[in-house]
């Protein structure tokens, strides 16, 4: 494992801070690139944690880097040819964001996630018992939970604040937010990403069950795949060697932390409880897991 201590919040006071998130601080570079540090926090139920999972951070950034470099022939991305040490020229800082920092271009993000489900879990399963279908998007009768759909499924959702839920919404509605041609653009370059990426992933012994992808456009309208992309923040990664329809199987994500949540006395509103080392330690390696299977790099 390459990775420095943990990190719950970069702290760069010649850069300006522009948004702190759930998981990633973003700094304003200049007019045309950001600076994105993913942080080693982490979130369940749209709430912070307290406690950081140490090297998460670097995980989802080479992750996601994997990605962008697998996806550029499908569709550019944001990262920039701007060097991290232009942007932060103390080397001390530098060695503190460790593999947490990328530049990237300053795009106008799209208000809507693009959501894509190739397995019924989650709130697609509750969906599905309770309507046959997947938000509006009817399906077989007789599915099992975590069962592979027929073919992968484009469910977008509206963008929360921080502390709200995602809203899913019809493609209709989508239309009707970006425009017929780009609502038809996002969603079939989505459900090509996916596809693509989650049959290498398949062949790495990792299910890629769903992932949420976000866009953004450039002066020129030209589309872009910006944020993160299939990592285990953003994805649900099953072990290939354990999975079974008819149950959730276990992942490489926060769902082991959000399984732990849910034995506890706790109404999902902040402060969340504190997490036993026992619990920090194996998440923490599960994100380098799935990293090392999906990259071969540890």
Same mark, same amino acid.
């Given at each position: 494992m390459h990775q420095s201590n943990a990190l719950f919040q /970069?702290? @760069?006071?010649?850069?300006?801070? =522009? *948004?702190? +998130?759930?998981?990633?601080?973003?700094y304003k570079v200049d007019d045309e690139h950001m600076l994105i540090v993913a942080s080693d926090r982490l /979130? !369940? $139920?749209?709430?912070? @944690?307290?406690?950081?999972?140490? +090297?998460?951070?670097?995980?989802?950034?080479?992750?996601? *880097?994997?990605?962008?470099?697998r996806t550029r022939e499908i569709i550019p991305n944001h990262l920039s040819d701007k060097p991290l040490s232009e942007v932060v020229p103390d080397p001390r800082q530098r060695e503190q964001l460790g593999d947490r920092a990328i530049v990237v271009r300053r795009l106008q993000a799209l208000p809507v996630e693009a959501i894509v489900r190739g397995y019924l879990i989650g709130s697609g399963w509750k969906d599905y018992q309770r309507s046959g279908g997947v938000c509006g998007i009817e399906l077989p009768p007789g599915l099992r939970q975590a069962d592979? =759909?027929?073919? !992968?499924?484009f469910?977008?959702?509206?963008?929360?604040?921080? +502390? +709200?839920?995602?809203? *899913?919404?019809? $493609?209709?509605e989508t239309v009707a937010l970006l425009g017929r041609e780009l609502a038809e653009k996002v969603r079939d370059v989505s459900i090509?990403?996916?596809s693509e990426c989650a049959a290498f992933a398949r062949e790495k012994g990792i299910i890629i069950a769903d992932t949420k992808f976000e866009f953004g456009l450039d002066d020129d309208g030209r589309l872009y795949l910006i944020d993160e992309v299939l990592t285990p923040d953003s994805s649900r990664f099953w072990p290939a060697d354990q999975y079974r329809p008819g149950i959730s199987p276990? /992942? $490489?994500?926060?769902? $082991?932390?959000?399984?732990y949540l849910e034995t506890l006395d706790w109404d999902k509103t902040p402060?969340?409880? =504190?997490?036993?080392?026992?619990?920090?330690?194996?998440?923490a390696q599960k994100y380098a897991e799935a990293e090392t299977r999906l990259t071969g790099s540890a």
């Amino acid at each position: 494992m390459h990775q420095s201590n943990a990190l719950f919040q /970069s702290d @760069l006071p010649h850069l300006e801070l =522009l *948004n702190r +998130g759930k998981v990633r601080d973003i700094y304003k570079v200049d007019d045309e690139h950001m600076l994105i540090v993913a942080s080693d926090r982490l /979130s !369940a $139920f749209d709430v912070i @944690l307290s406690q950081p999972i140490p +090297g998460k951070g670097e995980v989802l950034t080479r992750v996601a *880097n994997f990605w962008f470099d697998r996806t550029r022939e499908i569709i550019p991305n944001h990262l920039s040819d701007k060097p991290l040490s232009e942007v932060v020229p103390d080397p001390r800082q530098r060695e503190q964001l460790g593999d947490r920092a990328i530049v990237v271009r300053r795009l106008q993000a799209l208000p809507v996630e693009a959501i894509v489900r190739g397995y019924l879990i989650g709130s697609g399963w509750k969906d599905y018992q309770r309507s046959g279908g997947v938000c509006g998007i009817e399906l077989p009768p007789g599915l099992r939970q975590a069962d592979q =759909l027929p073919e !992968a499924i484009f469910t977008p959702s509206t963008k929360a604040e921080i +502390g +709200g839920h995602d809203e *899913n919404i019809s $493609f209709d509605e989508t239309v009707a937010l970006l425009g017929r041609e780009l609502a038809e653009k996002v969603r079939d370059v989505s459900i090509r990403i996916y596809s693509e990426c989650a049959a290498f992933a398949r062949e790495k012994g990792i299910i890629i069950a769903d992932t949420k992808f976000e866009f953004g456009l450039d002066d020129d309208g030209r589309l872009y795949l910006i944020d993160e992309v299939l990592t285990p923040d953003s994805s649900r990664f099953w072990p290939a060697d354990q999975y079974r329809p008819g149950i959730s199987p276990p /992942s $490489f994500d926060k769902q $082991f932390v959000r399984d732990y949540l849910e034995t506890l006395d706790w109404d999902k509103t902040p402060p969340a409880p =504190l997490l036993p080392d026992e619990i920090i330690e194996r998440t923490a390696q599960k994100y380098a897991e799935a990293e090392t299977r999906l990259t071969g790099s540890a």
